[in-house]
């Protein structure tokens, strides 16, 4: 474990959540696909499924329907390769539900209790977007989003403007701040995603130290 975190309970139950798990990245600077590296004796797909299911009995798989047919709801992007936004984008143009949470598969150190306090967090706003922040550095794929956000993320993808901080900067976001979610007893390794083998391999390291 690299950190510990206070408990909170998301008080509307989980209904009206929807989780989407990102897992139609390249992955070009791993090498091969993100989705099915092993980390703690479990692909990273089935780690943030899991993890999605603790928080929501509505949890979809965002990518290609033939590499992740058999691991539940699939939606595709309406506007491919255009990286991370139109996932989102796609997410929540497929969800029923008004608040919505995203989650990269490459965030394995994520855990329910930070998920739980963003849905609380998003009780008390009318934001399209409940971010978290460390330093000056935004964690928009591990995040909540309402259903019109994807309105705003339409416009700037068919501008092919897919960088989603500026984004953020024309919409109503509330902002986590690193303040915020230390006080709350998370720490920032939380949001150590996985992007290349070393990576990859020094997460591994670290985990077996910590254990």
């Known amino acids: 474990m690299f950190f510990q975190h206070k408990t909170f309970v998301y008080d509307r139950g989980m209904d009206g959540v929807s989780v989407f798990v ?94 739980r306090f963003l849905l609380a967090r998003a009780q008390d706003t009318d934001a399209l977007a409940i971010v978290p922040r460390f330093g000056d550095g935004w964690q928009p794929l591990c995040a909540v989003y309402r259903k019109p956000f994807a309105d705003a993320a339409e416009k700037a993808l068919q501008k092919s403007e897919n960088r989603i901080d500026l984004l953020f900067a024309k919409t109503d976001v509330r902002a986590i701040a690193e303040s915020e979610l230390l006080t709350a007893g998370f720490s920032p390794e939380m949001f150590r ?11 591994r390291r670290l985990d077996e130290i910590a254990s």
């Not at 595709?76 to 936004?85: F, K, R």
């Not at 995603?193 to 997460?203: D, I, R, V």
């Open 22 to 115: 990102l897992a139609g990245g390249k992955s070009s600077r791993m090498g091969s696909d993100k989705a099915f590296l092993e980390f703690r004796g479990s692909t990273l797909l089935e780690r943030a499924l899991k993890l999605a299911k603790e928080v929501s009995s509505s949890v979809w798989v965002v990518g290609p329907r033939q590499k992740f047919a058999a691991f539940g709801k699939i939606v595709e992007d309406v506007y491919p390769a255009q990286g991370p936004l139109a996932g989102i984008h796609a997410g929540l143009r497929a969800s029923g539900d008004d608040l919505n949470v995203v989650l990269a598969v490459d965030l394995p150190f994520v855990e329910s209790g930070l998920i």
């Open 193 to 203: 995603n996985l992007n290349t083998p070393e990576e990859l391999n020094e997460a």
